[in-house]
């Protein structure tokens, strides 16, 4: 069984900067497609940012393009989720996730592997 342990969120005014962070002891990282995925209250989880398993390729919601950069180290077994300009729309649980597939993925279903969440809440 793969363990993802997300770290990072918190309660930021808008406007704010958060970082996320996602580890795993899966030796297995390097060759995985990671990604980011967020649930509000009420609504349907969904997609927020995907990274192939070298990093060459990144995937964004367009809600997210320019305020959030998804990054990995494969020698530290680790994803970010690098946010800035956070919003009150972006208040949700965030997931991590790992695909066998090493593509970055953008549905929730490419995916075999998720993490608890962290929360993010954005209020003033």
């Known amino acids: 069984q793969v363990h993802l342990q997300e770290s990072g969120g918190g309660l930021v005014r808008p406007g704010a900067s958060l970082s996320l962070s996602c580890t795993t002891v899966?030796?297995?990282?390097?060759?995985?497609?990671m990604g980011w995925f967020r649930q509000a209250v009420g609504k349907e989880r969904e997609f927020v940012a995907a990274?192939?398993?070298?990093?060459?390729?990144?995937y964004y919601h367009d809600s997210v393009k320019g305020r959030f950069t998804i990054a990995r180290s494969n020698a530290g077994n680790t994803l970010y989720l690098q946010m800035s300009d956070l919003q009150p729309e972006d208040t949700a649980i965030y997931y991590c996730?790992?695909?066998?597939?090493?593509?970055?993925?953008?549905?929730?279903?490419?995916?075999?592997?998720w993490g608890q969440g962290t929360q993010v809440t954005v209020s003033s």
């Open positions: 996730a790992m695909a066998i597939d090493g593509d970055g993925r953008t549905h929730s279903a490419e995916y075999q592997y």
């Open positions: 899966e030796r297995t990282f390097p060759n995985y497609g």
């Open positions: 990274i192939n398993w070298v990093g060459g390729s990144r």
